[in-house]
Nanobody, 129 residues
Framework: QVQLVESGGGLVQPGGSLRLSCAAS????????IAWFRQAPGKEREGVSC????????YYADSVKGRFTISRDNAKNTVYLQMNSLKLEDTAVYYC??????????????????????WGQGTQVTVSS
């Protein structure tokens, strides 16, 4: 059974840090680009970050650039999202998903839903004082 499972969410104060994990089972994650998305209450889902299968190419939304770092450990079949300097507006459910390609794509196509296969169930991140 193909599955992605996110973990690592929680409650953190502004300025704090969390590391999210996205563990794959039932398929080998190393061949695919992986992206993180988030959805805040009342808002549309947005792409946050993407990492190519080569572990080198990484991309970030402007809202998280310089604060979030995406990485992958193909030996562990896991992708991570290190989130530092968290802000109130980072509060959302965070999802990981695998692209059906090795690369992240370009521009407006990078987070196009049709280009993604499996999705995780999400992990809640709440930034609050």
């Amino acid at each position: 059974q193909v599955q992605l499972v996110e973990s690592g969410g929680g409650l953190v104060q502004p300025g704090g840090s969390l590391r999210l994990s996205c563990a794959a089972s039932g398929f080998t994650l190393r061949y695919y680009a992986i992206a993180w998305f988030r959805q805040a209450p009342g808002k549309e889902r947005e792409g946050v970050s993407c990492i190519g299968s080569n572990e080198v190419n990484t991309y970030y939304a402007d809202s998280v650039k310089g604060r979030f770092t995406i990485s992958r450990d193909n030996a562990k079949n896991t992708v991570y999202l290190q989130m530092n300097s968290l802000k109130l507006e980072d509060t959302a459910v965070y999802y990981c998903a695998n692209r059906v390609t090795a690369g992240c794509g370009y521009g407006s196509t990078m987070y196009r839903t049709a280009d993604f296969g499996s999705w995780g169930q999400g992990t809640q991140v709440t930034v609050s004082s």
